[in-house]
């Protein structure tokens, strides 16, 4: 099917030029260039991604109180700014996402 004098293989090749003969998800051979995400996951990351690490610190532990709590009050100003919607849940949402990963590079770091 040709839709306006663009066929699929045309689209094609103007991706491949964009992108490289990978297209946007492969490895370009010609200049080793692969995407930031794909990265291989080894099982030892699988492992400590999933694994309890609890805080073996004073400083960690504050770490975490500080996280939580300065989300936490970003969160309650949100909610007396924003009025009420999608949007504002949204924005709610993503700040404990915040928090999440604010939570997991505290409990992952190495202790140097």
Known sequence: M???GSCVACVCR???????PGGPRGRDSATGFEPQGRQEVSPED???????HAA?????????????YNCS???H???ELLPEG?????AVT???EVMFWANAAIARSVDD
């Not at 699988?46 to 309890?52: D, Y």
């Not at 073996?56 to 109180?65: N, P």
């Not at 999608?86 to 949204?90: D, I, Q, S, V």
Request: hydrophobic share 30%; charged share 40%.
């Open 86 to 90: 999608r949007e504002k849940a949204l």
């Open 46 to 52: 699988i492992e400590h991604r999933f694994a309890f």
């Open 77 to 79: 100003t949100l909610n």
């Open 56 to 68: 073996t610190t004073v400083e960690k532990r504050g770490e975490h109180t500080s996280a939580r």
């Open 94 to 96: 993503k700040l404990e």
């Open 2 to 4: 040709n839709l306006g």
């Open 73 to 75: 009050r970003l969160a």
């Open 14 to 20: 103007r991706d491949s030029r964009r992108w490289g």
